[in-house]
């Protein structure tokens, strides 16, 4: 059994991933006239490989049963995939950089403020919440083309950790 | 004094202004094996006019002193914005044919679970929350060109109904 323990979300921890849809308001520009903060940026959205266009779509997701085993892997090779949290708790990510090699992965745990961009062609697990009917706003590809690879996980990958105050 | 009274937000009421970012879940698959739900195509991103592209950012938005008193209409030439908001409390769209015609104006109250996607053109008042702090995402167009037309509103106009449960 491989087990993999679970880091914190940072944008360096995952910078071979994609990037991490959060700020510190740094970059923040007041607009408005003083009645809003606007920070641009936040993601590069990579979508218009062969002809693809923008989707924004709704995910609602169930929770897995514990431990949590992985089973499957997939990557979209024409676009990145962007998800971002819309209640404000804990919620997983797990990538890899090939299914087949558990030294490969790595599980982070993402604050309810925290996002994903996940680049073209990141493996990565499903959406991985702590509980039931969380909601995701999702801007990834639509358009011709196949953007879905999947690689079933054979050997036993489990995350690590879960016990501990997740 | 003009006072625009305050609609509930719903897809046809709206729809001469651009799309409402919600789901009623009719058009929903399921995907992850079981474990997610997925709606796509809530909303229609129209951003490529000369060369722009999507940007994607975050707005932190106060609270207006009531009564809130119309002063500064705005709108994009060259795309749509979509608002969503990241906390589930109701706020405020404020939208109008011409922003020198008082009665061509239309006030919605949005859900917490509803965003929208101004079209390209329409006009409307910049954020308008209920409390401070308020976050919204924002997906817009970045690129060349002027996309902010502003026309200051010398007409006393005002919402309506604030009053009354808001």
Redesign the interface.
Known sequence: MHRIPIELLTKAAFSPFGEV?E?D?VD?IV?????????????Q?DVAADAG??????????A?QRPIKVR?MERHPLGSQ?F?P???RSWLILVCVDPLIPASYRAFEASG?QGV?YARNTWHH??LVLYDDERF???DR?GPGNNLEEVRVDDPIELAGLDFGL
């Open positions: 849809i700020t308001f923040a607009i408005n006239e003083g009645f809003a903060l606007r920070v641009n940026n936040l993601a959205i266009a923008v989707d924004i779509s709704l995910f609602v997701a169930k897995r499957i962007m971002l819309l209640q404000e403020r961009n499903p959406l706003l999702v801007v639509k």
